[in-house]
Nanobody, 134 residues
Framework: VQLVESGGGLVLPGGSLRLSCAVS????????IGWFRQAPGKEREGVSC????????YYSDSVKGRFTISRGNAKNMVYLQMNTVKPEDTAIYYC????????????????????????????WGQGTQVTVSS
């Protein structure tokens, strides 16, 4: 399984950026794709995730209302639209995937706990840097 992120860069506060994740090699039709981020000196934080079956999504409180996760028409693309970005959004953004016959349960668990667990994701991309600065 391979995940490749793209779309990172430097953006002004209040601006927008769209990250892309190209996924290949998944064998099941049931999976969850998630976006995590890690800022210097901080732990990896789950930002958003989406179910392959229902399209159900989860957003962390820190990005809710500003970021939107979506799937492309092709099975292998997932996007993270970042609007009204803030300096605290500066981080390396990682795309991650896990195959599961119950993807909605994983999304529901994140919604209930208010957190995404990195260990629940088996495959990771190399990351793309997002810097929000004037």
């Amino acid at each position: 399984v391979q995940l490749v992120e793209s779309g990172g860069g430097l953006v002004l506060p209040g601006g927008s950026l769209r990250l892309s994740c190209a996924v290949s090699g998944l064998t099941l039709d049931y999976y969850v794709i998630g976006w995590f981020r890690q800022a210097p000196g901080k732990e990896r934080e789950g930002v958003s995730c989406i179910s392959s079956s229902s399209g159900t999504t989860y957003y962390s409180d820190s990005v809710k209302g500003r970021f939107t996760i979506s799937r492309g028409n092709a099975k292998n693309m997932v996007y993270l639209q970042m609007n009204t970005v803030k300096p605290e959004d500066t981080a390396i953004y990682y795309c991650a995937a896990t195959e599961t016959y119950f993807p909605d349960k994983l999304i529901t668990a994140s919604q209930t706990m208010g957190v995404m667990i990195p260990n629940e994701y088996d495959y990771w991309g190399q990351g793309t840097q997002v810097t929000v600065s004037s």
